[in-house]
Every structure is written in structure tokens, then in C-alpha cells.
Antibody, heavy 113, light 109 residues
Framework: EVQLVESGGGLVQPGGSLRLSCAASGFTFSSYWMHWVRQAPGKGLVWVSRINSDGSSTSYADSVKGRFTISRDNAKNTLYLQMNSLRAEDTAVYYC??????WGQGTLVTVSS | QAVVTQEPSLTVSPGGTVTLTCGSSTGAVTSGHYPYWFQQKPGQAPRTLIYDTSNKHSWTPARFSGSLLGGKAALTLSGAQPEDEAEYYCLLSYSGHVVFGGGTKLTVL
């Protein structure tokens, strides 16, 4: 059974940092491109970032470029999202997904003073 | 970045048929955009229904189908059930990034 467990969310002040993790199991993690997708409260899905299977290539939405960094540890079957210089508009549930085939339950990030 | 457009809302009668569409600001949607369709119910994570235009996962009900129609990606629901009431999102891939549509709220009434 595929499992994706996001963690690391919480309340952070504007300008602060958080590191999200996504623990994957039930599939060959190292074979999949991985994505982060977010959803602000009451809003739609927004793609944030992706990383290829060996971690050598990454891509970001313009809204997070230069502030967020995606990475992975294939030995630990874990995906990461380092989020710096956080803004109120980054408040959302963050989901990880392998090639959009499966979805975790998400982790809530709230940026507020 | 491109803008992906969907109908904000649609209504279908139980047992009826409805088509949701997904357009691109850059022009016609093709198979090269690898269209995806997702279903999301309130309080739940998204669920992938269709990938690469028309392929279904093992959990995708047979009443859902994907296609290209008139320069857009399309999701057709034939024989709507009450449990199909949900938000539906499409996704298109572009060089280096992907973009979600704004979602279609489907009401079964």
C-alpha cells in the first residue's frame, strides 16, 4: 500500500523558515519524480516544485523561486521542502505526490504574526 | 507561466452526462501537455482520476473518461452518481513546470 506522510508544518512568523518532509513507502521512491503541491484555505491546488528521480534536476513555481528548495534522500525514501522567507500568502496545506499518481494527507503551514 | 482555465461550476442530474474542459492560455491542449484530472471532496486530499489525457487508474470509476476535445482536455462523466459531487482539477505540463486549473465545482442535483 502506498503511503505518503507529510510533516513539519506549523505556525511560523513572516520571514521565518520551515522544512517539510514527506516519508514515502509502498512504491519504488527512487524511480519517481516527486512534486510539492499546495492549497490555501478554500482555494485551489497550486503546483509548487518538482524534483527528478535522482535529485539532479529541480523546478519551481515563480511564486516560490529563490525562497524554497526541494530535495530528496532516496536512501531514506524521503522528500523535503525547505521554505525560507515565508510570507502570509504561503499559508496552505502542502501535499507531496509522486508524479501525481498518489497523494498524502498534507501538512498545514500557517504564516502569521 | 501559462494559465489553465476550467468552468467554475457545472450541474448534472443523477444519471446524466457532463463534460468538464481544461484550456490553456498558450493555445490548443495536446497530448504533449499530458493532461491529468483530479477529484477532491471537502476535507480530503485530491485523488487522481485520469493521467496522460485518457488513462485511468485502477480506482477510477468506469463512468469517468478523458479525451481531447476542441483544443481542450476534457473529462466526461457518464451516469453521474451523488458521490461524484466534488471539485475537479485538471493539470497541464509545460516545459519545466506544471500548472493546475482553477477547478470546477460539480453539483449532482
Amino acid at each position: 500500500e502506498v503511503q505518503l506522510v507529510e510533516s513539519g508544518g506549523g505556525l511560523v512568523q513572516p520571514g521565518g523558515s520551515l522544512r517539510l518532509s514527506c516519508a514515502a513507502s509502498g512504491f519504488t521512491f527512487s524511480s519517481y519524480w516527486m512534486h510539492w503541491v499546495r492549497q490555501a484555505p478554500g482555494k485551489g491546488l497550486v503546483w509548487v516544485s518538482r524534483i527528478n528521480s535522482d535529485g539532479s534536476s529541480t523546478s519551481y513555481a515563480d511564486s516560490v523561486k529563490g525562497r524554497f528548495t526541494i530535495s530528496r534522500d532516496n536512501a531514506k525514501n524521503t522528500l523535503y521542502l525547505q521554505m525560507n522567507s515565508l510570507r502570509a500568502e504561503d499559508t496552505a496545506v502542502y501535499y507531496c505526490s509522486p508524479d501525481f499518481d498518489y497523494w498524502g494527507q498534507g501538512t498545514l503551514v500557517t504564516v502569521s504574526s | 507561466q501559462a494559465v489553465v482555465t476550467q468552468e467554475p461550476s457545472l450541474t448534472v442530474s443523477p444519471g446524466g452526462t457532463v463534460t468538464l474542459t481544461c484550456g490553456s492560455s498558450t493555445g490548443a491542449v495536446t497530448s504533449g501537455h499530458y493532461p491529468y484530472w483530479f477529484q477532491q471532496k471537502p476535507g480530503q486530499a485530491p485523488r487522481t482520476l485520469i493521467y496522460d489525457t485518457s488513462n485511468k487508474h485502477s480506482w477510477t470509476p468506469a463512468r469517468f473518461s478523458g479525451s481531447l476535445l476542441g483544443g481542450k482536455a476534457a473529462l466526461t462523466l457518464s451516469g453521474a452518481q451523488p458521490e461524484d459531487e466534488a471539485e475537479y482539477y485538471c493539470l497541464l505540463s509545460y516545459s519545466g513546470h506544471v500548472v493546475f486549473g482553477g477547478g470546477t465545482k460539480l453539483t449532482v442535483l
